[in-house]
């Protein structure tokens, strides 16, 4: 069974203070991919990346960056973070981009106070 | 810019009820197209995917899809819905030209017993 695993399920942070969240997957997939879930909105890509150190703007990158280190471990920080930034994380890996499903993980509901 | 809709929000049914959720994506080119779901309190999982081939795919549960090339559309469809089918629907597309998946804003089922 492909696991990919977040961190914390519920975080919460005050403005401006430097947040990291992170993704594992065990599956030895070279997709990863990092999302928020807001309700009305649905998945927003954030950042994604197909190996490791290289990363690619999503639709809504401003205010985050990504690190991808290893293979199996893709990192999102917000380097200051802000109220709208309150939202749910989602992170996905996945074999081949496009030719495969995406898995998920169970998501960091993030409350930035 | 490329998109993803689903035209129905929220959607509710009785029991044994059909259900047809529409997805609609404003792209020309090559594209994969995928059904996900979210159960409450659960991980989004791959309900069907189409690549080529057959237009009309199955997936898990009994749901199935039916890609229309010439409507640019993807419509959900199930013959009998089930109390458990309560949910979030979301459709997405991977495009050859963008190299990125973008998700529709979801469709809340809910199915009443």
């Known amino acids: 069974d492909v696991k990919v695993t977040q961190s914390s399920r519920y975080l919460v942070k005050r403005t401006g203070e430097k947040v990291f969240l992170e993704c594992v997957q065990d599956m030895d997939h070279e997709n990863m991919f990092w999302y928020r879930q807001d309700p009305g909105l649905g998945l927003r890509l954030i950042y994604f990346?197909?190996?490791?150190?290289?990363?690619e703007k999503g639709d809504i990158p401003e205010g985050y960056s990504v690190s991808r280190e290893k293979k199996e471990r893709f990192s999102l920080i917000l380097e200051s973070a802000s109220t709208n930034q309150t939202s749910m994380y989602l992170c996905?890996?996945?074999?081949?981009?496009?030719?495969?499903?995406?898995?998920f993980g169970p998501g960091t509901r993030l409350t930035v106070l | 810019a490329q998109s993803v809709s689903q035209h129905n929000h929220h959607v509710i049914l009785s029991e044994a009820a059909s259900l047809e959720l529409g997805c609609n994506y404003s792209y020309g080119g090559t594209v994969n197209l995928f059904w996900y779901v979210q159960y409450p309190g659960q991980h989004l999982q791959l309900l069907l995917k189409?690549?080529?081939?057959?237009?009309l795919v199955k997936g898990i549960k009994g749901f199935e899809a039916e890609f229309i090339k010439s409507k640019f559309s993807f419509n959900l469809r199930k013959p009998s819905v089930q109390w458990s089918d309560t949910a979030e629907y979301f459709c997405?597309?991977?495009?050859?030209?963008?190299?990125?998946?973008?998700f529709g804003t979801g469709t809340r089922l809910k199915v009443l017993a």
């Open positions: 997405a597309v991977w495009s050859s030209g963008t190299y990125k998946y973008i």
């Open positions: 996905a890996s996945s074999r081949e981009p496009g030719l495969g499903e995406q898995f």
């Open positions: 990346s197909y190996d490791v150190k290289m990363k």
């Open positions: 189409y690549f080529s081939g057959d237009p």
